[in-house]
């Protein structure tokens, strides 16, 4: 198994930038595909972000796509989001998953077995 452990939440503005951080520890962090999901309060969780095992490969939601950027550091078992341009609508709840039996992107939150406890980000008008 892997803990993980999310950071780097707050309330910013509009246009603004934040970098939440992802620190694994327990089960090899290198063998796990990673993904960043979000979830607004009364509201589905939604894919947001995923990072392949190596690094080379990304997957964007949509929304975020040209905004949002994902990396991780296995050295430091640690996964980055770096947030620019938010908008009001990126409010949530943040969270890091992780699954070993991935290899490629999946959007669907019950594919993932390991889960961070959240980190809030609010962006306002």
């Known amino acids: 198994q892997v803990q993980l452990v999310e950071s780097g939440g707050g309330l910013v503005q509009a246009g603004g930038s934040l970098r939440l951080s992802c620190a694994a520890s327990?089960?090899?962090?290198?063998?796990?595909?990673i993904s960043w999901f979000r979830q607004a309060p009364g509201k589905e969780r939604d894919f947001v972000t995923g990072i392949s095992r190596s690094g080379v490969s990304t997957y964007y939601a949509d929304s975020v796509k040209g905004r949002f950027t994902i990396s991780r550091d296995n050295a430091k078992n640690t996964v980055y989001l770096q947030m620019n341009s938010l908008k009001p609508e990126d409010t949530g709840v943040y969270y890091c998953a992780a699954d070993y039996r991935l290899s490629v992107s999946n959007k669907d939150p019950l594919s993932y077995e390991y889960w961070g406890q959240g980190t809030q980000v609010t962006v306002s008008s």
């Open positions: 327990g089960r090899t962090f290198r063998n796990a595909f």
